[in-house]
């Protein structure tokens, strides 16, 4: 694995805009981007996930994330979410955490977080389960990164605000 490639990660509570600005990030940077594979994963679900459903989250983001760290060209890459997701979701849905995961967060670090503010107006999916609650899983985000002494900024605004906000963070966490 290439350890010189820096991951960007973009976080944050449902419906905050995390795989579009992902992906167009990616698209401004010409860099690889590793898409959210809970989303994948949870699609595909017939029953109610359990913990070894978030071990296999766990697992299966980390393997896409170690494919495209290995095979970019590039000086860094943008992650759809991190495992930190699964820490989030097996707290809040299961009430514990899978060792494998507490293990691996000081171990996986990432170079900079952009925690996508809540500012969007919320959009109904499948897959999203909390259109109450975003304050409460905004305070969550931010409790977690700072337990990692995570370097990470919020990012807010609307349409093209939000984008360009995101990219000044980005341009100015590459030009230390």
């Known amino acids: 694995m290439n350890k010189l ?26 860099v690889s981007w590793v898409p959210e594979y809970a989303r994948y994963y949870c699609e595909h679900l017939t029953a109610p996930y359990t913990l070894q459903d978030e071990v296999n989250m766990f697992y299966g983001q980390i393997a896409l994330e170690d494919a495209i760290l290995v095979t970019t060209e590039s000086d860094f890459i943008i992650c759809d979410t991190t495992f ?28 900079l977080y952009l925690l996508m503010d809540i ?7 499948p897959l999203r389960d ?3 609650q975003r304050e409460y899983f905004m305070e969550v985000w931010h409790q977690e990164l700072k337990a990692l ?14 984008v360009t906000h995101a990219i000044k963070a980005i341009d100015e966490f590459l030009e230390r």
Do not use: C
């Open 5 to 30: 490639v820096k991951k960007i990660a973009i976080v944050g509570p449902e419906s905050t805009g995390k795989s579009t600005m992902s992906q167009l990030l990616a698209k401004h940077y010409g």
């Open 84 to 111: 930190v997701t699964v820490k989030i979701w097996s707290d809040e849905m299961l009430g514990e955490t899978p060792r494998v995961v507490l293990d691996a967060l000081p171990k996986r670090p990432y170079d």
């Open 119 to 125: 500012d969007l107006p919320w959009q109904d999916d």
């Open 130 to 132: 909390f259109p109450n």
């Open 149 to 162: 002494d995570a370097k990470y900024r919020v990012i807010g605004g609307l349409g093209n605000q939000r």
